[in-house]
């Protein structure tokens, strides 16, 4: 996984011109602001730091840590401003719980925001 470029976004966007976007589902936290001005959003993962899938092709997403993320967006001034935020939680009981259920894989990444 990577960064989209500029061009790439762009052209996801086609004639999009709402000024805030929130996205969803790589649980990377990350916040961009495009050449035109648009915010788009997307907090990362309040439970799963990380994750592998086959789907539409393999790949395997860490984002580095246990924490859980949200983010707050707000405007001031006509302008949309986000706050990426992560916070500490009782990882390890969700760890232990995802162990006892048989996802050795999703205990992993919820101790360490890392895949086996």
């Excluded at 762009?10 to 050449?35: D, K, M, V, W």
Aim: aromatic share 6%; hydrophobic share 40%.
């Amino acid at each position: 996984m990577r960064m989209a470029t500029a061009a790439e976004i762009r052209s996801r966007l086609g004639e999009q011109s709402a000024e805030l976007i929130a996205c969803a589902h790589t649980h990377i936290p990350r916040s961009i602001r495009t050449i035109n001005g648009q915010l788009i959003v997307n907090p990362g993962s309040v439970g799963l730091p990380a994750y592998e899938d086959s789907q539409p092709f393999y790949h395997q997403v860490e984002n580095g840590s246990p924490d859980a993320r949200y983010a707050i967006v707000e405007q001031q001034k006509n302008n949309w401003q986000s706050l990426l935020i992560s916070v500490a939680y009782k990882h390890k009981a969700m760890a232990k719980l995802a162990q006892a259920r048989g996802r050795a894989d999703w205990s992993s990444a919820l101790m360490s925001g890392y895949m086996p």
